[in-house]
């Protein structure tokens, strides 16, 4: 059973930069697609970045430009650089695997597509 595990958040001033970490098990790392969510109260959870087997990747239009995400294999961690943050950007943020064993260069983005949900991590971005 995968399983995603989170670590980075902060408290940090708006326009700084900040990166999250997310480390996982129980399916062999190069066999995974990983994606970050978001989750502000009050909110549902939304797609931040996700990046596929071959390090494919995909943004949401909010963080395009802003956000990289990218992974090292010989780590097995995948990393998302958040750079320009805003206020909105603040939320608990929540990495997942892959649910099912789509094509390699596959970069899932909706929430029944992940599994292995970590507990998250929180990132406030004060004005």
């Known amino acids: 059973q995968a399983q995603a595990v989170e670590s980075g958040g902060g408290l940090v001033q708006a326009g700084a930069s900040l990166t999250l970490s997310c480390s996982t098990s129980g399916r062999p790392f190069n066999e995974i697609a990983v994606g970050w969510f978001r989750q502000a109260p009050g909110t549902e959870r939304e797609f931040v970045a996700s990046?596929?087997?071959?390090?494919?990747?995909e943004y949401a239009d909010s963080v395009k430009g802003r956000f990289t995400i990218s992974r090292d294999n010989t780590k097995q961690t995948i990393s998302l650089h958040m750079a320009r943050l805003k206020p909105e950007d603040s939320a608990v943020y929540y990495c997942?695997?892959?649910?099912?064993?789509?094509?390699?260069?596959?970069?899932?983005?909706?929430?029944?597509?992940?599994?292995?949900w970590g507990q998250g991590t929180l990132v406030t971005v004060s004005s």
């Open positions: 997942a695997v892959n649910r099912f064993n789509n094509s390699p260069d596959y970069t899932p983005s909706e929430l029944y597509q992940f599994v292995g």
């Open positions: 990046i596929s087997r071959t390090s494919k990747t």
